[in-house]
């Protein structure tokens, strides 16, 4: 990372990536309709955005094709059905997906050589007790001819201890960028700026760059992605309308709005909310709420919130604080 930084001026090194059908997969269980989808695709050309993350690389034996989407699993023939053959060079935008660890993606036989697919990089996300395979999957898919990145989930459950040594070993492997991931929601200035910096001193010198992907339970997403472009990230995360799971992501047009690379259009990105993204309000809840607040503040997986605002009484606010509070 750059130790100036200057984030109110021109800084062409930072990328944008878009993960709005990726994360926001996880509140509709993938089930984006090829208009959906494609309408997100055109946008983050029009925009300029840098990478659009178009779903997970998940197994089909784990997440069963009757129940999630064609996104869940990102198989050739149904992102070409949407981006035809997509070119990066051509159309400026580098495609994308991201495969878990932990059993979660068939990784050894389901992911083809880069040359063969539309994506450019495949997103490695792992917790840190999972760091091993995370290392052998970002090998495999190097090797493949892929950009890589590493997203060690849940980062403000981890001790620094254990950081510390999960980023000696990234430092040592192929990996691109590696991303500061808070899952929960549950970070403020003080530690973006810890993590920030003790990511940026173990990659030193290695040419892996830092990226920061933000949750919202506490309506500090953008606020977070500022300052880690502050320090330095110039690998920045954020979704259309905040569209994520549970309080949702840094939303993509407020960034935009902040950004002073001229080649960023907000015009586009307006478009897609009102016609592609508002409608799923319908349908799917997420955004920052009281219950997902809570979670955010104990540190806590948003799962307990998101059940209970798909429940009867999802505003029963002091029912959840107490709940949550006994469950402790």
Known sequence: MSEKAPWITYRPELKVLDC?????????????????????YR???????????????????????????????????DMRRVVGDHD????????????DAGGKSDWKHQIIPAK?????????????????????????????????????MAISTVADSEIDQ??????????????????????????IDHLMRKYAKALKGTGKEVGIHAHNNLQLA??????????GSNRVDATMMGLGRGAGNC????????????KFKLRPVLEVI???????????????????????????????????REGPTPDAYTAFYDQTMSDL
């Open 274 to 308: 009102e016609n592609t993204i508002l409608p799923i309000r319908e349908k799917c809840d997420w955004g920052p709420s009281i219950p997902y607040h809570l979670t955010g503040r104990m540190n806590l997986h948003p799962r307990s919130a998101m059940a209970f």
């Open 166 to 191: 999960g980023l000696r070993i990234a430092a040592k492997s192929p990996v691109g960028t590696v991303v500061v991931v808070d899952s929960y929601g549950n970070l403020y200035r003080e530690q």
């Open 88 to 99: 990066s060079e051509a159309t400026g935008l580098r495609l994308c997906a991201m495969a």
């Open 20 to 40: 709005t059908i990726r994360d926001g997969g996880l509140i509709n269980d993938s089930n984006f309709t090829d208009d959906q989808v494609r309408a997100v």
């Open 116 to 152: 063969d697919s539309v994506l450019d990089m495949i997103r490695v996300a792992c917790y840190i007790h999972q760091i091993s395979e995370a290392m052998e999957m970002i090998e495999r898919f190097d090797s493949l001819g892929y950009e890589t990145t590493l997203n060690i």
């Open 43 to 77: 946008a983050c050309i029009d925009a300029g955005i840098d990478t659009m993350e178009i779903g997970y690389k998940n197994s089909p034996q784990q997440f069963p094709k009757d129940r999630y989407g064609p996104w869940r699993h990102c198989e050739e023939e």
């Open 251 to 262: 939303p993509m047009e407020i960034l935009l709005s902040f950004l002073r690379n001229p």
């Open 222 to 231: 953008f606020a977070n992605t500022i300052e880690a472009i502050i320090l």
